[in-house]
């Protein structure tokens, strides 16, 4: 399984738009990057899985290059209800393991 | 709907003492998982169902026992139960479209182990 790297933790202000990358140099050819949320006392959420280029639902756009080799999960005008844990996940299509790292703290002030 | 429900929500046991967590899906998901989440830390995988009657091993299984007898239903044992497994339990259960996979996580289970 890849091992991921992201920011230990970020801060940003209301309205802006924040930029979380993650970097997965030993991704594999059938390997799919998928983005999850967490809030304090709550599992982690779905937001976002991508294999390459850009994904784009309701909350959030997925960036992938053509290396794959790093994603970024971009979150456009941020409120402070999107304070939480953001984890990146590198899931090989077909395996049942899935790895999280330590996630990404946002922080959105005021 | 439900989703997936986990009980007890809250737990204390005194070292050496067993219990059982409950999990269980009503959106019908093959894929059941058990984590632990410690704090400041992100999820372990505990075990892993693929199906009904199926179990195997994750990252950190040793002290902890799993059955799935029914597809819905997942549960975690602790035999006998020691400080470093407090921590907050999740389950999940995994939504397949084609390539996609979806976790769709409890509220957890927080233990507590004097």
């Known amino acids: 399984l890849a091992k991921t790297t992201q920011p230990i933790s970020m801060d940003s202000y209301e309205g802006q738009e924040v930029n979380i990358t993650c970097s997965h140099n030993n991704i594999a050819t059938n390997d799919y990057i998928t983005w999850y949320q967490q809030f304090p006392s709550q599992g982690p959420r779905f937001i976002i899985q991508g294999y390459k280029t850009k994904v784009t639902n309701e909350v959030a756009s997925l960036f992938i290059p053509a290396d794959r080799k790093s994603s970024t999960l971009s979150l456009p005008r941020v409120s402070l209800s999107d304070t939480a844990v953001y984890y990146c996940?590198?899931?090989?299509?077909?395996?049942?393991?899935?790895?999280f790292g330590t996630g990404t703290r946002l922080k959105v002030l005021a | 709907n439900a989703g997936v429900t986990q009980t007890p929500k809250f737990r204390v046991l005194k070292t050496g003492q067993s219990m059982t967590l409950l999990c269980a899906q009503d959106m019908n998901h093959e894929y059941m998982y058990w984590y632990r989440q410690d704090p400041g830390m992100g999820l372990r995988l505990i075990h892993y169902s693929v199906g009904e009657g199926t179990t195997a091993k994750g990252e950190v299984p040793d002290g902890y026992n799993v059955s799935r007898l029914k597809k819905q239903n997942f549960l975690l044992g602790l035999e006998s139960a020691a400080p470093s497994q407090t921590s907050v339990y999740f389950c999940?259960?995994?939504?397949?479209?084609?390539?996609?996979?979806?976790?769709?996580f409890g509220a957890g289970t927080r233990l507590s182990v004097l």
């Open positions: 999940a259960s995994i939504k397949k479209e084609g390539q996609k996979n979806i976790q769709y």
């Open positions: 996940l590198v899931v090989k299509g077909g395996t049942y393991k899935y790895i």
